[in-house]
């Protein structure tokens, strides 16, 4: 799995202007559901085996993907969200209770990390089959995630990694630094999205796999 042939690829003129139309809306309310909803369907054409980028042709069907995508974000991620709340809710309620405030913050970053770690798949899964139920089903995917853990370990990692220097060094840029972060960032999103999805179909989860493996099978009988 190289992904810098992929890298040279989204660089080509013909889709540059895709990914950086995306990039632009992403920190849009509303509008860059257009832009979780282009990753999506980036990652279902990736699966099926797909070369190129998907256009921008019936963005209502892309922002309805976006929206589904968020939703499977915001439940993930729902734990350690209730904990951030009710630490801070402590923290601000009375100097007592801000000890406990401060710990139950502590406890929800470590929770922020552990849950978003199944993302990922979580959204590769949903990209390929549509199907929310699917995405949340929480042991199916860390069964596949065990299939492919030491390169999904390094991949999570090193996305995590250059969005971390990107957020320290680009923001920094003179008046243009918060646009080009936020486009640059959308990119490393997309390199991401090839990366997992590259994973997520070597692994159980896939249905194109799974469809291929019977296929063999058919034939060998």
Known sequence: MDIIPFIQFTLNTRYILRWVTGGIIFFIPVANFLSLGYLSKSSRLLTIGSIGLPTWERRGEIWMEGVKILFVFILYEAIPFFLFSFGFFLVALHSVTAF???IIINVAY????IFSFF????FATFAEQMDLRKALEFEKIAKGIKEVFIPY????AGTGLVLFIFYKTVLRIPFLGFFIWIVLTYYVLLLATYYFTQLYIKTSLSTEKMSGEAIQESNEG
């Open 110 to 113: 470590i929770a922020l990390l």
């Open 100 to 102: 406990f405030g401060h």
């Open 119 to 122: 993302l990922p798949f979580a």
């Open 153 to 156: 370990l390094g991949g999570y």
